[in-house]
């Protein structure tokens, strides 16, 4: 048992001697002679007694010192024993959200049996679905992530202090200018041979080793584009001055929750120090004047800074609340295997409610009729007989069936660099609100397509007829209405006996 955690398992268990003897707190008060507050933090956990305050409250409660000093709260309890020793409490900042493992204990200790069963039945999901602490990890990212509306002023500043250090101003960043920076201010050697040389690493966008010397292995076949965002990455770990932090680019590591938030802290930095906050709100709210879609007009706004498809898109999902007072967003990544004929979604962020089934366990097929979908095959006809370099855009006016919420899309579809064969599309699809009429003219634009989609063809209850596109039968949409036709059969039934 970790030292912090012993004031709320002695708390508890002076709680639980207190009720189960029928000692109000005042009473328990006058028995010890200790003061009401006093016992009040004791029972909370914020306070340990020292050995002479413990005998009073033994003596009170009529109990032995030993037996109240033990770590051993004893059924129905032993839940909390385990929730306070797994790796899982003891790795969540729960202090970004206000909250301290105490916190959660007291809530528990209100209904130990039901709420034990509850942590029992969820660590029973958590082994069946393969679900580990990184899940909750990034989970825990995403929530703070929302909970600022996915805008971080003090890391914007840090990009536009840096930007006006370098007399760099709003222009478009190149490469060579950045990789000059890291290299002669912070002495990191960039390597673009060594990644390329290894092929289960080739998959890698950067590496970085500590040293010394210090190295950023760079693979040599990302864009300009990527290799910007790869150094600008290094140099926001330096500048926020982030220690704590991932080596490879890529998720494949998770060691603790503060090297997710640094390593997502770093890669806000770069976005902001590619994508001058000031200069891009002021190309948005110009574009979004604009009575019509403008498909060529977005691709040459956003090709001016010199950045990928997603990099854009994502930070205008780090501009679109704060600055553009567009709220009610969904941001969504999907991957295209032409060779399997299979389409994955890899990367959401949910500002709008709007679910998109992708989690742990879930092989449900994306909706055929999205924006996603149908670019990323106008795509692949295209690449046929050659490889296409350039990004392609489109936007949609798409209505959720489950919802029946309209949100207006924007995508953008490319080969992957490092994979020609998987096709990618980025698409940020905001809820078509009052904010959003009022700050986009070209809400109604009517040469933007308009089509009914839904999450998953297993949710959709479109029949065969109505979609051509269906790629899977529709089980989970027959399931809940068998399920909603039973449950009314029932209540018709005992209506009908009452």
């Known amino acids: 048992m970790r030292e912090e955690h012993l004031p709320i398992i002695f ?16 009473e328990l008060s ?8 006093y016992l009040n933090e004791i029972e909370k956990g914020k306070k340990y007694p020292k050995a002479d305050k413990i005998l009073q409250l033994a003596k009170a409660l009529d109990t032995d010192y030993d037996e109240l000093v033990s770590l051993k709260l004893g059924h129905p309890y032993g839940a909390i024993e385990t929730l306070l020793d797994s790796p899982m409490v003891q790795a969540l900042p729960l202090s970004l959200f206000g909250l301290a493992p105490r916190d959660i204990v007291n809530l528990i200790a209100r209904s130990p049996r039901e709420v034990g069963a509850f942590l029992h039945t969820l660590a ?59 290299t002669s201010r912070f002495g990191v050697t960039i390597d673009e041979e060594t990644l390329v040389r290894q092929p289960e690493l080739s998959g890698f966008r950067s590496v970085w080793i500590k040293g010394p010397p210090e190295r950023l292995l760079l693979n040599r076949n990302l864009t300009s584009a990527q290799k910007a965002f790869q150094i600008g990455r290094e140099i926001g770990y330096r500048e926020l001055g982030l220690t704590v932090r991932g080596a490879a680019s890529s998720r494949a590591e998770a060691e603790s929750f503060e090297q997710v938030l640094n390593d997502f802290k ?30 060529a007009g977005f691709l040459k706004m956003m090709n001016a800074y010199r950045v990928t498809p997603e990099m854009f898109l994502y930070r205008l999902t780090q501009l679109a609340a704060v600055k553009l007072g567009l709220k009610h967003y969904h941001f969504i990544r999907v991957g295209y295997d032409t060779v399997r004929d299979t389409f994955e979604i890899t990367k959401q962020f949910n500002m709008a409610g709007l679910l998109i089934p992708a989690g742990v366990g879930l092989h449900e097929h994306y909706c055929r009729r999205s924006l996603a979908v149908s670019l990323l095959n106008d795509l692949r006809e295209r690449a046929k007989g050659r490889r296409p370099q350039a990004p392609i855009a489109a936007a949609q006016r798409a209505l959720f069936l489950h919802t029946g919420e309209q949100y207006f899309l924007i995508t953008l579809a490319r080969p992957l660099a490092l994979n020609p064969e998987i096709l990618t599309s980025v698409t940020l699809a905001f809820l078509v609100d009052g904010a959003f009429r009022r700050a986009v003219r070209f809400w109604s634009d009517p040469d933007v397509p308009q089509e009914e989609v839904n999450r998953t063809c297993e949710r959709c209850s479109l029949s065969i007829s109505e979609c051509s596109l269906r790629a899977a039968p529709p089980a989970l949409h027959l399931q809940h209405e068998l399920q909603q036709s039973r449950a009314h059969a029932l209540q018709r039934l005992l209506q009908s006996e009452s």
Do not use: C
């Open 11 to 26: 708390g508890l268990k002076l709680r639980r001697l207190r009720v189960g003897q029928g000692y109000g707190l005042a």
């Open 30 to 37: 006058e028995r010890s002679g200790l003061s009401l507050s």
């Open 124 to 182: 029973e999901l958590a082994s069946s679905y393969d679900v580990h602490v990184e899940h909750f990890f990034y989970a825990m990212l995403r929530s703070y992530q929302q909970t600022h509306e996915n805008h971080f002023e003090d890391i914007e500043s840090a990009a536009a202090g840096f930007r006006k250090q370098n007399g760099w101003k709003e222009q478009a960043l190149r490469t060579p200018s950045l990789a000059a920076v890291l």
């Open 266 to 295: 770093a890669s806000y930095y770069a976005g902001a120090l590619l994508i001058d906050q000031r200069r891009l709100v002021g190309d948005l709210k110009a574009f979004f004047r604009n009575p019509h879609w403008d498909a």
